[in-house]
């Protein structure tokens, strides 16, 4: 152990007190209130013989949950939203990464020895706060309040040095040429704007026509583009929230109930409503708009003795405030809460009676005369006043948990050996018949990638007994037919034939008719000869990147390479674009710029590389999954996402 090597050199002694320091900073593991409920050690997942248990998964899902709650400005999240944003499973397959790192590790022999964790912890920035020691006994109180314990950090630190070390070994190889550096140079600077002139060919769709022979022609050349891929039909029995939900009624009692215990979200907070009056102070030399800072004060205190010997406030705005926004309105800013304006407004706002004016008031903006309206106190609606708020909330409260009932119920019925027809009798649900689904395509009812990817890993009569999650519910399938691969019939694909070739010859008349455009345009100007063929010029609303749409004409490879390479004033040659063919001429560019290239180029190798080995490091654990079984132990994790709901 990398402790017992601490004491065998004194050196490294203090090593353990910053072993201390990082458990508090990095691993920050917080008890899990209601452990006691389940049962911590109990495995949850398995990744090859490495086990995931119930306690590791229900820290990691606080600590992510933790994380959102504060994205989320502390708001406690509910069920629902936390099934939204699919919290459980990024938790999972957070955890199942990490047993894929120590196992790809062990395969290819790799190791962390206690004298490496020691001399990172010694030497790691990360661990010092002020180039200082905080103290042992400061760093142990810290320990003992996070619950963790030194072994526990040891091996968390341990593991993290070993998948930077496996990291680095499989994206090793990963590099940044120069002209990959340029491209990125290119995206992120390089801007244009353009005059273009679109010829859709949507209109011309219409005129043309694909006849029979040309149909069973094309048919006959091509059948093999045509090839109609495997297909998977399932039987499924669908618990629809949305039709469970039509039958839920809610009562009184419900909303008295859902009222008292989130009485605190609907609390308003105190507001002030208010007018100023304002003038600007430049914020330099050479600014446009504002005046010097003394000629500002002397105005606004011009303004501030007017309005105190008796001018009406809104009449002197009007007349003088600086304010774009509210001079209109008489300096009116509306009713705001503590914090919406910058500090100073706020505090002076905030400190007047209603009715009151203020002193001059300076803030970044210049110089304000307020006067305070009216102020709202803090204050908590009736129920009465936001009973109707509550009742589509309670409605799909009490709608999730019916359909969460149902589910259960049903995989309850499954798990005892029922059939899915069986398990729908008994709860009230019919068994239905998709229809053929190919491999990666997603329909209604069965919207999940994960489902459908299982309809392809299973045999024919096989019932999957975890139902899987969906936009309208939760679906039970079981996999009914298997329709191979085959080459259609003509009947089968014609209309898709036809439409390939009415397409072909919309866009051979749009390009024909964007090469009569150019001809014309290079003698006249792209304006009068696109007026000439009843055409539209337009203009991009100003320069433009790359990988941004270029006015209507949208994006693509090569629109862009044409929009970037085309010189300034130059017509290009008809580009195809995803509706038609354009023409199009630069008016402005900020072109490349080699100089600020090669200053820039160190720090955008540097990013470039760094986001290479990520994707390489992500397509390797990928690549790991195939390696190792993944058990997910249904039973297991029903119960721990009972607790944590």
């Known amino acids: ?34 452990e006691s409920a389940g049962s911590p050690g109990q495995t949850l997942a398995l990744v090859g013989k490495e086990p995931i248990s119930v306690g590791e998964f229900q820290r ?89 314990t030194v072994p526990e950090f040891e091996e968390s630190l341990r593991r993290r040095m070993l998948r930077d070390q496996l990291e680095g070994l499989v994206t090793q190889a990963a590099g940044v040429s120069a002209p990959e550096a340029e491209r990125e140079f290119r995206r992120r600077n390089e801007q244009v704007k353009a005059e273009y002139v679109l010829v859709d060919a949507t209109p011309l769709k219409a005129e043309a026509t694909a006849t029979a022979d040309e149909v069973k022609a094309r048919f006959e050349a091509r059948r093999e583009t045509y ?22 009624a809610v009562t009184d009692r419900d909303l008295e109930a859902y009222y008292q215990e989130h009485r605190e979200e609907f609390k308003e907070e105190e507001q002030a409503c208010a007018s100023h009056i304002l003038v600007k102070v430049k914020t330099d030399p050479k600014a446009k708009e504002g005046h010097p800072d003394d000629e500002a004060k ?3 205190a011009g303004l501030l003795e007017e309005v105190k010997s008796g001018a009406d406030f809104a009449a002197v705005a009007k007349k003088s405030s600086e304010d774009q926004g509210s001079v209109t309105n008489g300096g009116d800013l509306g009713c705001f809460p503590r914090g919406r304006m910058v500090p100073q407004f706020d505090e002076a706002v905030f400190a007047l009676e209603p009715g009151s004016t203020s002193d001059l008031v300076k803030s970044p903006f210049g110089y304000h005369v307020i006067r305070l309206v009216s102020r709202r106190e803090e204050q908590v609606p009736t129920l009465s006043q936001v009973k109707e708020r509550i009742r589509p909330l309670v409605t799909n409260q009490k709608a999730e948990a019916l359909t969460a009932q149902k589910t259960e119920a049903i995989a309850l019925s499954l798990a005892k050996g029922r059939s899915l027809e069986q398990a729908g009798n008994e709860h009230g649900f019919a068994v239905q018949k998709s229809a053929p689904i190919a491999r990666g395509e997603v329909k209604e009812p ?67 008719q964007a090469g009569e455009l150019r001809a014309r345009a290079l003698t006249s100007g792209l304006e009068k000869a696109a007026a000439a063929l009843k055409l539209v010029r337009k203009e991009t609303p100003g320069l433009v990147g790359r990988g941004q749409p270029l006015g209507d ?88 996402m009972g607790q944590e709901r």
């Open 60 to 148: 990691a899902y606080l600590r992510q949950r933790q994380f959102y709650e504060r994205l989320y400005q502390g708001r406690p999240l509910d069920a629902a939203m936390l099934r939204r944003l699919g919290l459980e499973e990024q938790v999972l397959q957070g955890l199942v990464e990490d047993r894929l790192v120590l196992l790809e590790a062990r395969r290819l022999r790799l190791d962390v020895p206690d004298v490496a964790v020691a001399r990172m912890l010694a030497t790691s920035p990360e661990f010092q706060e002020n180039g200082r020691f905080m103290g042992a006994g400061e760093i142990k109180r810290r320990l003992e309040l996070q619950g963790v």
């Open 446 to 512: 069965l919207a999940s990638a994960s489902l459908v990817a299982r309809l392809f890993e299973i045999k024919v009569g096989v019932v999957e007994k975890e139902g899987f999650a969906v936009p309208r519910g939760a679906v039970f399938v079981a996999l009914a037919e298997i329709q191979p691969s085959r080459l259609p019939e003509l009947k089968e694909v014609e209309e898709k034939v036809k439409t390939e070739i009415v397409e072909e010859k919309a866009f051979a008349g749009a390009s024909a």
């Open 1 to 34: 152990m990398a402790l017992g090597f601490m004491r065998r050199h004194r050196r490294w002694l203090y090593v353990f007190l910053w072993l201390v320091i990082a458990a508090f900073i990095i691993l920050y593991i917080p008890a899990f209130e209601g």
């Open 227 to 248: 090839r109609i891929p495997e297909k998977r039909v399932a039987s499924y029995l669908l618990v629809d929230g949305g039709a469970l939900r039509a039958g839920v």
């Open 553 to 640: 004409l949208g994006t693509g490879a090569a629109l862009e390479e044409a929009a970037f390479s085309l010189p300034e004033k130059e017509l290009s040659v008809p580009v195809r674009v995803a509706s038609g063919y354009a023409v199009l001429r630069v008016l402005e560019k900020k072109a490349f710029d080699p100089e600020a290239f090669a200053r820039e180029q160190p720090s955008l190798v540097a990013s470039l590389k760094q986001q290479k080995r990520g994707q390489l490091f992500q397509a390797y654990l990928n690549l790991a999954r195939e390696r190792y079984v993944i058990e997910r132990k249904a039973d297991a994790f029903k119960r721990v």
């Open 298 to 300: 002397k105005i606004a």
